[in-house]
């Protein structure tokens, strides 16, 4: 039984792709636990994101918001991915496995899967289409990986050694902008803002920037063997 990777995207009514559709500017990436959604916006125009935070706000409640310049992560009070009308709604099939993150880019919604058999596929974007979806297959290849490859790097094998302190520092460090080029910010400046000591501040960052360094590697050597053109084809959005 032969496997295939398979990328489409689907254009209609939904709030996230309605978002990148009146801001071409932005890409959106989507994750979600069941219970909520965390977003990943890519801005080309940081000044766009008052404009698309209200949009947002119309949409879903946002509870949380980290801004890194040019990437803003968003997390929502409630999951809106398996709506009533969405394509998540269509994938009951278990033949059909979804890689994420969902993406969005110009009104369009973008999905990578795993098809354990042809028929899925071919009976998933038939009902998309005969519910009135715009769909379009960007890529169908044989699948030459283990899937495995593709899910094993879970958050327990990142984050499951951090301290709740050396989470907050990496995320306090992040939404300072201290890992951007150049800095937004330096420790000192950090450490005052939150009330700690610069030193004992950096020691919870090396310690988490260690862990997960050490549980990347092992990754990183795996993709590092992956010839380019398969590279290329991993990414979910192609922009022209």
Same mark, same amino acid.
Request: aromatic content about 10%.
């Given at each position: 039984?032969?496997?295939f990777?398979v990328?489409?995207?689907?254009?209609?009514?939904?709030?996230?792709?309605?978002?990148?559709?009146?801001?071409?500017s932005?890409?959106?990436?989507?994750?979600?636990n069941?219970?909520?959604?965390?977003?990943?916006?890519?801005?080309q125009?940081p000044?766009?994101?008052?404009?698309?935070?209200?949009e947002?706000?119309?949409?879903?409640?946002?509870?949380?918001?980290?801004?890194n310049?040019?990437?803003?992560?968003?997390?929502?009070?409630?999951?809106?991915?398996?709506?009533?009308?969405?394509v998540n709604?269509?994938?009951?099939?278990?033949?059909?496995?979804?890689?994420?993150p969902?993406?969005?880019?110009?009104g369009?919604?973008?999905?990578?899967?795993?098809a354990?058999?042809?028929?899925?596929?071919?009976?998933?974007?038939?009902?998309?289409?005969e519910?009135?979806?715009?769909?379009?297959?960007?890529?169908?290849t044989?699948?030459?990986?283990?899937?495995?490859? +593709?899910?094993?790097?879970?958050?327990? @094998?990142? !984050?499951?050694?951090?301290?709740? =302190?050396q989470m907050?520092?990496?995320? &306090? #460090?992040?939404?300072?902008g201290?890992?951007?080029?150049?800095?937004?910010?330096?420790?000192?400046?950090?450490? +005052?803002?939150?009330?700690?000591g610069? @030193?004992? !501040?950096l020691e919870?960052?090396? =310690?988490?920037?260690?862990?997960?360094i &050490? #549980?990347l590697i092992?990754?990183?050597?795996?993709?590092r063997?992956?010839?380019?053109?398969?590279?290329?084809?991993?990414?979910l959005?192609?922009?022209?």
């Amino acid at each position: 039984m032969s496997l295939f990777e398979v990328v489409f995207r689907a254009f209609y009514d939904n709030p996230f792709s309605k978002v990148t559709e009146r801001n071409p500017s932005v890409q959106l990436y989507q994750w979600c636990n069941d219970q909520h959604d965390i977003i990943e916006l890519v801005l080309q125009k940081p000044e766009d994101y008052d404009q698309v935070r209200k949009e947002f706000e119309k949409a879903v409640e946002i509870v949380d918001e980290i801004d890194n310049g040019s990437n803003i992560h968003v997390i929502t009070r409630m999951c809106a991915c398996d709506g009533p009308g969405t394509v998540n709604s269509y994938l009951s099939d278990p033949s059909l496995l979804v890689i994420p993150p969902v993406a969005y880019e110009k009104g369009w919604e973008y999905f990578r899967l795993i098809a354990f058999r042809h028929e899925g596929i071919t009976r998933l974007l038939t009902k998309l289409r005969e519910a009135g979806f715009r769909v379009e297959i960007l890529r169908k290849t044989p699948f030459d990986g283990y899937i495995a490859s +593709s899910l094993t790097l879970s958050t327990d @094998t990142l !984050f499951s050694g951090l301290t709740e =302190k050396q989470m907050d520092a990496l995320l &306090t #460090a992040y939404a300072q902008g201290y890992f951007r080029f150049p800095r937004g910010s330096d420790l000192q400046t950090i450490a +005052s803002k939150e009330k700690i000591g610069r @030193t004992t !501040f950096l020691e919870h960052l090396k =310690k988490a920037e260690n862990k997960i360094i &050490t #549980a990347l590697i092992p990754h990183i050597q795996l993709f590092r063997k992956i010839p380019q053109e398969r590279k290329d084809s991993m990414r979910l959005i192609h922009s022209a």
